[in-house]
């Protein structure tokens, strides 16, 4: 079946500091890619998305290239903020026809970003 | 504001008692999805409905039961709760064929005791 494997964390990095965020999929066919964050007591929210191979979705100064090739989605951002301190999680999503699926999700990546 | 609602936010069961988890949306999606969320195991697909009428199972479907109300309401039921159970339980919809994203609602912490 499809997987998502991301990074364990926690990741802590500095103010300013530059984030990777490694996410590898196993799926057949064309999947859609996403991140989500989830922010302390809240549910999950969409970061941004691709729908396609080498589309890149950005979002928030987040950006993340679908590579089919490596079959991987990275989360990348130049400069994170204390304000970026969250659990961040990859996911892919498969169309069969007829009714979703729904989303396979990664276990999550907790981000600490400290002052 | 549009999105996805869940009640309760917070419930503390015994053992061997029933409830139910309430979820609407009010974005007209055709889709609703429920899934659990525990510690170092991610988010997990229990039950989703493609479509008014319709529902199947997901990943960890044992000791839950869903309805399909109507296109805005979709519920999980615990018929007889179990500390296994215990978790963090999300709601989400998609209008789209899963390439749209989804739209989660806030949760549900459930504590079996």
């Known amino acids: 079946g499809d997987s998502v494997t991301q990074m364990e964390g926690p990741v802590t990095l500095s103010e300013e500091a530059f984030l990777t965020i490694n996410c590898t999929y196993t799926a057949t066919g064309y999947p859609s890619l996403f991140w989500y964050v989830q922010y302390p007591g809240e549910g999950l929210q969409l970061l941004l998305k691709a729908t396609k191979a080498d589309d890149k979705g950005s979002n928030k100064g987040f950006e993340a290239t679908y590579r089919k090739e490596t079959t991987s989605f990275h989360l990348e951002k130049g400069s994170v903020q204390v304000s970026d301190s969250a659990v961040y999680f990859c996911?892919?999503?498969?169309?069969?026809?007829?009714?979703?699926?729904?989303?396979?999700f990664g276990k999550g990546t907790h981000l600490i970003i400290q002052p | 504001n549009a999105g996805v609602t869940q009640t309760p936010k917070f419930q503390v069961l015994k053992t061997g008692q029933s409830m139910t988890l309430q979820c609407a949306q009010d974005m007209n999606h055709n889709s609703m999805y429920w899934y659990r969320q525990d510690p170092g195991m991610g988010l997990r697909l229990i039950y989703y409905s493609a479509s008014e009428g319709t529902t199947d199972k997901g990943e960890v479907p044992n000791g839950y039961n869903v309805s399909r109300l109507n296109k805005r309401e979709f519920s999980l039921r615990l018929e007889s709760a179990a500390p296994s159970q215990t978790s963090v339980y999300f709601c989400?919809?998609?209008?789209?064929?899963?390439?749209?994203?989804?739209?989660f609602g806030s949760g549900t912490r459930l504590t079996v005791v």
């Open positions: 989400a919809s998609s209008g789209g064929t899963g390439s749209y994203g989804y739209t």
């Open positions: 996911a892919l999503s498969q169309y069969s026809g007829g009714g979703a699926d729904g989303l396979t």
